[in-house]
């Protein structure tokens, strides 16, 4: 088993607060615990605003449950995750090994909104579906993606 983690804090009027882990453990419900465990230290323990979850496909089947039991064991205001052929974490890269990197990061006033948008095809061009027509977009927000490379357009 192979653990790495790292922390950062940017210093700013709002402390942000971000942290990361990663765990090659056999076992998915281990990886998560000991990635999940090491962030939190360096995120100070506090609970994280946003965890992002980045797991190898080839834990299969435990990929659901262990997803479930991610979020009773993560407090945090918003948990996101995806399937990875290779998972990043500071500065490893981990395939073929199984492996499961947390991100997280402590968010003081950000105004979090988890949204799903589905690019389709019309006769008009290309057009985002789910994107909430009161939503505005303010010159200093920023947008994280977890998105298909091949089906979903960059530009």
Known sequence: MTTTHSSSETQTHQAIRCSAAASTASSLHEAISTAYQ???IDLGDDSPDLVVVFISAAYGEEIRPAMESLNELAPSRYLLGTTAEAVLANNDEYEPPPAISIWM???PN???IPLTLEYSQTAD???FLGWPDDLAWPKEATMLQL???FSFPVD
Request: avoid cysteine; charge should be neutral.
């Open 105 to 107: 990061a402590k968010l």
């Open 38 to 40: 090491e962030a939190l």
């Open 110 to 112: 950000a105004e979090i």
């Open 147 to 149: 998105r298909h490379p």
């Open 125 to 127: 061009g290309g057009t």
